[in-house]
């Protein structure tokens, strides 16, 4: 209560409070917020496989750019047996504990919801969801199933699995991911380097799977980003309805399993400088508020 008081004590004075963890039954979420949170459109970001909500957080850096544009930011946590950091999320086909045991990470998500708009007077009347990995194959089966929560989802490096999974409503969506991801390749199936045996749904399948609903064919535009010497280049397609972008593919062309700008020091090849997957992540959401 004294931690939330002091968060409460810096929002009154438009600062910007410092991450708040909330212990949610037997799970967590991490939350950051903007120097006015009441009524604050709500991000959920999700975590990958093997990660935590303060790994994710550092490695992003999505929460400093989407508090000071007015967001409030919730980073849950996956799950994990007693004890273990290594979390995860049952996305169906992958990954780990969470999909091994059937955990319904879908209820919790929701609780996530309920609770921060709750908690902090944050708008939980719809939401905002991206991820990586397998935090992206979860943000991706979420936005499928729950429509109607959801104002706009992107998926950076995961692909949920559209064999099993119908999206159920119009979701805006914004897709990231690399030609030469070794984890989950671009084309679907087993990753090289995969850690699971996971046979992965293509890109283009979960493009189609959240066209499907909006109707018809939209009209799409093609743009390419090539402003580096890094090996990388990011062909954008564009795919409008009724002049607006309902989804927008950024194929990184050379790219490889990574969240672009983010922190991934051992990644050697494949870490494009052409876009910053933050800015092009709030930039896709305040198209859609």
Not at 82 to 107: E, H, K, Q
Not at 241 to 251: A, P, S, Y
């Amino acid at each position: 209560m004294r931690r939330i008081a002091l968060i409460l004590a810096l929002l009154s004075l438009g600062l910007p409070a410092a991450a708040e963890t909330v212990q949610l039954g037997e799970r967590y979420y991490e939350i950051e917020l903007p120097a006015n949170p009441k009524g604050a459109a709500l991000i959920l970001a999700l975590h990958g496989g093997g990660g935590d909500p303060d790994q994710f957080a550092k490695a992003s850096g999505l929460a400093r750019a989407a508090t000071q544009a007015g967001y409030a930011v919730a980073f849950p946590a996956g799950s994990g047996r007693r004890g273990d950091r290594l979390l995860t999320w049952n996305g169906g086909y992958c990954c780990g504990y969470a999909a091994r045991n059937g955990v319904d990470d879908v209820s919790f998500l929701k609780a996530v919801i309920e609770d921060a708009a709750r908690r902090f007077g944050v708008d939980g009347s719809g939401v905002y969801l991206t991820g990586m990995s397998n935090g992206s194959i979860m943000a991706e089966t979420f936005a499928a199933r729950n429509p109607g929560l959801v104002r706009a989802v992107t998926g950076v490096a995961g692909t949920m699995d559209t064999s099993a999974i119908r999206v159920a409503g119009r979701v805006p969506a914004l897709i990231i991911h690399g030609t030469a991801d070794p984890m989950v390749p671009y084309a679907g199936g087993q990753g090289d380097r995969s850690l699971t045996r996971t046979h992965f749904a293509s890109v283009p399948s979960v493009v189609d799977a959240f066209l499907a609903p909006w109707g018809g064919v939209p009209a799409r535009t093609d743009r390419v980003i090539d402003r580096k010497d890094d090996g990388t280049s990011v062909s954008v397609s564009d795919y409008q309805k009724g002049g607006q972008v309902v989804l927008r593919l950024m194929t990184v062309e050379g790219g490889a399993h990574h969240w672009p700008g983010g922190r991934k020091a051992r990644l050697s090849e494949g870490k494009t400088q052409e876009i910053d997957a933050n800015t092009e992540i709030l930039r896709f959401f305040a198209m859609q508020r």
